[in-house]
């Protein structure tokens, strides 16, 4: 019996896990493209492939994907629209939503760090945050996740 349970579990992993809404952009664009030509994206409504390199590990509320080019973007959603799997840094990711871009001041910085430190388990100085920035991002409405 234990040995049916392991193998329908890794069977699941290998699986698609389908969040959200269906994917419905026909041409993704690139980490990179989108990040080198950022203002042409913001406010529509954009898909990306990518490698899963983290998830939150509080609410599974975002997680970054690294483009081919090395290029890293969080998908972020609203808590509990959406909940990454906590596991599933490693794997590859299709994910979709609108492109946004959000300027913060040092003070609003420093919160982001924070809460960003306190997801991931990381210590956090404020000191290390110098300045104001502008953070781009995939406010996220679905994502597909595989094995590879």
């Not at 980490?31 to 406010?43: E, F, K, M, N, R």
């Not at 629209?81 to 490693?90: M, N, Q, T, Y």
């Not at 991002?137 to 590879?148: C, L």
């Amino acid at each position: 019996m234990l040995f049916a349970i392991l193998g329908v579990a890794s069977l699941l992993g290998a699986a698609e896990i389908k969040l959200g809404k269906p994917l419905s952009v026909k041409d993704p664009v690139s980490i990179s493209t989108l990040l080198a030509h950022p203002d042409d994206y913001a406010g529509k409504t954009v898909q990306v492939k990518g490698k899963i390199v983290e998830v939150c590990q509080m609410m599974g509320c975002w997680m970054d994907l690294v483009g081919d080019g090395g290029q890293k973007l969080r998908i972020k959603v609203n808590d509990g629209e959406i909940v990454f799997p906590k596991d599933a840094s490693g794997k590859a990711a299709v994910a979709e939503g609108q492109f946004t871009k959000t300027v913060l001041t040092r003070e609003q910085a420093v919160a982001q760090a924070e809460e960003e430190a306190k997801d991931t388990g990381r210590k956090f100085d404020p000191a290390s945050v110098k300045s104001g920035m502008t953070l781009y991002q995939i406010q996220g409405t679905g994502a597909v996740i595989t094995g590879n």
